[in-house]
């Protein structure tokens, strides 16, 4: 990075704010009707996917808020990557029903589906206006009560200011966000991650490691979004393979939903960088689970990103138990990324080619990574050339570097 660049990033404005209550533990669950309450709402949209539907972990959300009598109008129709049509049918249900607040009970895809419902019902026009990119609509009102109940450990979107919407017709992935989009309260109850099967539990503990790491690498970090990023890998180290290992660990489903809410508080009101990008833009083409297509690419990603910013992948090596006592900082750098490489493998997530993805995509997938805003963020400089490289690292077709 040249200077005048470094001194561009040290004179931008930063702001850190933090929207959404936080309340956790074990067995909360029981509280939300209450909650939810509080918030002043009476009839709420219940927004999550028909396999949490099917598999009766939304059923004591359901029976906590009518027991506050709060009517419960059930849009379980989610989508991974949710599309802009999935909101369109959302927003139209809420208003038929006169409901005033929403809950998310699953993934990131819910509560990102969530998000974006409550800003059309506060906004005119769709989703597609508001596409945080230039030349579109800020977010102009809050939208209504969101109460997020994540039953993965993974994406944070209980606690972020973004919402990742994909456009069907350009086969694009977009956020929109910002403090007015965040969640009014998240309930974290370790107890409903219990029935989250090995390979979820491993795709998006490995997601929510990838927010860590790279918004503490990002050119944009600062003081308090590297202070949540460290603990959350400190407890990703500590808990992935026992949650991986024992889906009924409860110690370490606590670890991983919390370590999955500081990741997300990483995030600030800023962007990650080349693996989100990729991800993000991949996601809209070929329908992946972001978190495995994430957790696929983390291990080449900082394989590329840490000449970047050595001493803080050295810094990262430390956080995830690495004994660096006399390692150079290059060393201790390297470590990390090839800590990172071996969780992967521990963890059994399949390959970019495994999960769909051919070689034969490279040039074009580089060319889309490009476009995506959190290439910004990255800590080392990007461009097609770069991307590619990366692509090639993740289908083992150069040879590894550390």
């Known amino acids: 990075m040249s200077l005048n660049m470094k001194v561009e990033h040290m004179q931008k404005f930063h702001t850190f704010e933090i929207p959404t209550v936080i309340k956790h533990g074990i067995d909360v669950i029981k509280n939300v009707g209450k909650e939810v309450k509080k918030l ?40 991974p990557n949710p599309p802009v049509r999935l909101v369109n049918e959302g927003t139209k249900l809420y208003k038929a029903e006169g409901c005033n607040g929403l809950v998310a009970v699953g993934g990131g895809s819910s509560m990102d589906t969530a998000k974006a419902i409550g800003v059309e019902v506060t906004h005119e026009g769709t989703i597609l206006d508001y596409e945080a990119a230039e030349g579109k609509k800020p977010l ?43 969640a009014h309260l998240t309930i974290i109850d370790p107890q409903l991650h219990v029935s989250m099967p090995p390979h979820v539990t491993a795709m998006t503990g490995v997601d929510a490691l990838a927010h860590a790491i790279e918004c503490y690498t990002m ?31 409860l110690e370490a489903r606590y670890g991983m939903a919390q370590a999955a809410m500081l990741a997300g508080l990483s995030y600030g009101s800023e962007s990650a960088g080349a693996a989100h990008a990729m991800s993000q833009t991949l ?8 978190g495995q297509c994430v957790a696929a690419m983390l291990g080449p990603v900082m394989e590329y990103n840490w000449k970047g910013n050595p001493e803080k992948f050295a810094r990262i090596a430390k956080a995830l138990g690495i004994n660096t006592y006399g390692m150079t900082t290059e060393e201790a750098a390297k470590a990390a990324v090839n800590w990172v490489y071996e ?33 910004v963020g990255n800590p080392r400089e990007l461009n097609i050339k770069a991307y590619e490289w990366i692509y090639k690292r993740c289908f083992n077709l150069v040879p590894k570097t550390v």
């Open 343 to 375: 969780l992967v493998e521990d963890l059994e997530i399949p390959s970019l080619e495994e999960q769909g993805v051919s070689p034969d995509m490279i040039e074009r997938l580089a060319k889309e990574a490009m476009k995506d805003p959190q290439t």
């Open 219 to 249: 050119k944009f970090a600062q003081p308090i979004t590297d202070a949540v990023a460290l603990m959350a890998m400190e407890y990703i180290a500590k808990y992935i393979r026992r949650a991986y290992a024992d889906g009924e660990d």
């Open 40 to 79: 002043g709402v009476t009839k709420t949209l219940l927004v999550t996917d028909p396999g949490i539907y099917n598999a009766g972990v939304v059923d004591p959300v359901i029976q906590h808020l009518k027991e506050a009598n709060i009517e419960v109008v059930l849009f379980n129709k989610v989508e």
């Open 283 to 290: 996601g809209g083409i070929i329908p992946v689970a972001h």
């Open 140 to 182: 102009e009102n809050r939208i209504p009560p969101l109460t997020t109940i994540p039953t993965t450990a993974g994406t944070g979107s209980e606690v972020t200011q973004w919402a990742v919407i994909t456009d069907e017709e350009r086969k694009f992935k977009f956020n929109t966000g910002g403090p007015l989009i965040a």
